[in-house]
């Protein structure tokens, strides 16, 4: 009962998805990929990267909405339009606004 709810509620997918992924991501993020030496404050960063996370959340679901409810594209293709653009945009701020310590 609990698997049909939330795979039939695309807002609680998108969230639950975002949730388990984000504190993982954050932690390699920052110790890897956009690292400069010794990593970023987390201090800084942290509050930074979970504001992103939410507005990333919203522009999923928007999108994921528009492209598939209302415009009827299927949500295969739904998807991975939605995912690539919010990727591309996803690290850009990263390195621009979330990872830099200027």
């Not at 975002?18 to 504190?23: K, T």
């Not at 920052?30 to 404050?41: C, E, I, L, M, P």
Request: aromatic fraction near 18%; charged fraction near 15%.
């Amino acid at each position: 009962m609990l698997l049909q709810f939330i795979s039939a509620n695309l807002f609680i997918s998108v969230v639950g998805a975002r949730i388990c992924s984000s504190i993982f991501n954050y932690t390699m993020n920052r110790k890897f990929v956009f690292a400069d030496g010794n990593g970023a404050s987390i201090r800084k960063s942290l509050p930074r990267y979970f504001t992103l996370v939410i507005i990333i959340v919203l522009f999923n679901y928007g999108l994921m909405h528009v492209f598939h409810e209302r415009l009827d594209i299927p949500l295969i293709a739904a998807k991975l339009f939605t995912e690539g653009s919010l990727f591309v945009f996803s690290y850009w701020a990263q390195r621009k606004f979330v990872y830099d310590e200027d």
